[in-house]
């Protein structure tokens, strides 16, 4: 996953989605501070502009009520029969006046589509009214009623009763109503005549009162100057005395004045009736006015979901048309670290990776031409390493010559001697023919072993002995010539023929593990010092130029072997006194083997030494296990024979 997440495609997919989501977050934060302001500033205003004109309707409207009581109080003829009413005992001139009482009060009734009813009560208890149902039919105790009280207790100006659920003085009228009235005077002499009670459909005024209202759930309310609600858009049956508001806490505004307040939790909205003295409260929660905020939050929601899928496929665009080419280069860098200098990268992007890559291109064009040289230089040098090498182990002995000395000893009939001839005429032979370069194979190498062997036996008498256990499958591998011979000489001369205790063995066999053949050189003799052998094994390790002076000098390993070891490379060692030393004899080292095996096999493949002292030296040649039914392992021999 963190590899994932660190790929350039994924990082800079994740950097412009972030960047876009940022960018978007911003820009719908910002504007949705900015629509909720608008909505709630056209939301104010349209309450303030609503209340403004429902306060002014509210006053034409009580303007007209007053100017109804106001013709009724000033009709001078109406006042005069009221008062000859009750001072007049004759039945006909009251039944007159009575008749002319009514006629009044009826035209005043019938000036507005609105009037239900109008009652005139004078001080002498004589009632007239006008009303559409129900005339004559008033209430006997409403001397004892709040509103004949108010009216009773004024000075002659108009008395706004309220809102009531029915009549105040009719008690079989039970439709709502809007009551209002006045005190009646003789404007002559301004003697109390009586009082004036008129009712009305309250539509009118809850039609004014519902202007204010801004959403369902807006409440309107009017309040006079002791807090006691006159009217309000909540209808009785639905009024919770426990969600009524306290008008006391809400703000009051002076005359000409509106206040408007979203402060709290829901918007207040207040004006004042001039004629009234009422305050009319218009209330509506915040969430209702926060509806057409959630609708433009639904809708920028919406939008900025399109955005995000939008900006995700923008940024998987954007990222993959960065990173593909990137990827195609990081690819072909990758084999070229395998060692691919075939390929190229063809892209056509931005300016600056297609620079890079035509870069990369040729570089990689001019490593491939680089490289080939190297190699040609590389298996030139090698080639010349490889017959300075061959020119070490290339004696100039005249080995006809020897062949002429074993015939001469055949004829004197000293097999033994001539044996020994005919094995150093051979083992000249072999070291001196180099047409197949370095290369032999196994077969031939154990042969060369026991023509080496013929003469050491001989010359120790029964001290030494050969055990060779070698698989035929094997004797066919290829390996440089003169590779068991050095090999077999050191752990014959330092290793077994010092011995005088018990007989040496000298064994040779192979073993097979993985991709790797072995053949094992080992002898019973006389070991080598730890020390010693740490540093033969530093000798065969150390780096090229040692390994290539090492193979150069191409010394036989005649050093002494501390405490009498069994090998050593060539020049690796300074011999004790007494020994014959190793520069003083010219022939192939253990370095020179090892060095060999190398180039042929590689750096994995070569000689490996373990000894231990006064046990014996075990040399272990390691080279690649030859192909089964291939033709490394085809014996060259066998064609000849």
């Known amino acids: 996953m963190k590899r994932g997440l660190n790929s350039i495609h994924n ?34 205003a349209l309450a303030e502009k609503n209340i403004s004109q429902t306060v002014g309707l509210f006053n034409l409207l009580l303007q007209g009520y007053d100017s109804v009581t106001k013709s009724l109080n000033s009709n001078y003829e109406l006042l005069r029969l009221l008062q000859e009413r009750d001072a007049n005992k004759d039945p006909s001139v009251s039944f007159i006046n009575e008749r002319t009482i009514t006629n009044i009060i009826g035209a005043s009734y019938y000036s507005r589509d609105d009037i239900v009813g109008i009652h005139i009560i004078t001080n002498g208890g004589k009632n007239y009214s006008y009303e559409r149902r129900f005339a004559g039919v008033m209430d006997a105790n409403y001397f004892t009623s709040d509103w004949y009280k108010k009216l009773l207790s004024s000075s002659g100006e108009m008395v706004w009763l309220g809102l009531y659920p029915g009549s105040v003085i009719n008690r079989f009228s039970e439709d709502p109503l809007f009551v209002f009235g006045r005190k009646l005077f003789d404007l002559t002499d301004h003697q109390e005549i009586g009082v004036m009670l008129i009712e009305t459909d309250p539509k009118p005024i ?22 006691r609600m006159i009217a309000s858009t909540e209808r009785e049956q639905d009024r919770d005395p426990v969600k009524l508001p306290s008008f006391s806490r809400l703000p009051r505004p002076e005359a000409d004045h509106i206040i408007v307040d979203d402060g709290g939790d829901q918007l207040i909205v207040a004006a004042k009736a001039v004629l009234s003295d009422w305050t009319v409260f218009g209330l509506t929660p915040k969430g209702d006015m926060n509806a057409e905020v959630v609708k433009t939050r639904n809708y920028l929601l919406i939008v900025g979901l399109a955005l995000v899928l939008v900006a995700t496929a923008l940024a998987s665009l954007i990222s993959r048309s960065m990173s593909s080419p990137l990827k195609l280069l990081i690819r072909e860098m990758k084999q070229v670290e395998m060692g691919n200098f075939r390929g190229s990268v063809n892209v056509r992007s931005f300016d600056e990776i297609n620079s890079l890559v035509s870069s990369f291109n040729r570089m990689v064009r001019r490593m491939d031409e680089l490289i080939e040289r190297i190699t040609l230089a590389s298996i030139s040098e090698k080639n010349a390493e490889l017959q300075a090498l061959q020119s070490q182990v ?11 000395i074993y015939w001469m000893l055949d004829e004197q009939e000293n097999d033994r001697l001539g044996r020994v001839i005919l ?12 047409q197949e370069a370095s290369k032999t194979t196994l077969r031939q190498e154990l042969e060369q072993m026991q023509h080496y062997m013929t003469i050491i036996e001989n010359r120790l008498a029964g001290r030494v002995r050969t055990d060779i256990q070698v698989a035929p499958e094997w004797l066919g591998v290829p390996l440089p010539k003169m590779t068991l011979q050095p090999i077999i000489e050191n752990a014959v001369k ?62 036989l390993t005649d050093g002494a072997i501390a405490g009498g070891s069994g090998m050593t490379a060539a020049g690796a060692e300074t011999p004790p006194p007494g020994l014959p030393s190793a520069r003083t004899r010219r022939g192939i080292g253990l370095a020179n083997v090892h060095r060999r095996m190398t180039l042929m096999f590689g ?3 070569g000689l490996r030494i373990n000894s231990t002292p006064g046990e014996g030296t075990t040399v272990i040649l390691t080279l690649p296990l030859p192909r089964q039914g291939g033709s490394d392992n085809h014996d060259p021999d066998s064609d000849r024979r």
Request: proline content about 3%.
């Open 11 to 44: 990082r800079l997919f994740l950097l412009f989605l972030a960047c876009m989501l940022i960018l978007l977050f911003i820009v719908s934060f910002l504007y949705d501070r900015k629509s909720t302001e608008i909505i709630h500033g056209k939301i104010s």
């Open 206 to 227: 809850l039609a004014a009162l519902s202007n204010v209202t801004i959403s369902p759930n807006s409440r309107v309310y009017i309040v006079d100057r002791e807090d």
């Open 394 to 404: 290339n004696p100039h002995f005249l080995y006809n010559t020897l062949d002429m």
């Open 423 to 434: 094995a150093l005429s051979h083992m000249f032979r072999y070291s001196s023919d180099w």
């Open 494 to 555: 330092y290793g077994l023929e010092p011995l005088h205790e018990h007989a040496g063995v000298l064994r040779v066999y192979t073993e097979a593990e993985g991709d790797e053949l072995r053949i094992v050189i080992c002898d019973n003799g006389a070991g080598m010092e730890p020390q010693t052998l740490e540093r033969l094994r530093a000798s065969l390790q150390d780096n090229a130029e040692r390994e290539r002076s090492a193979a150069g000098a191409g010394a």
């Open 603 to 605: 750096e994995a493949y």
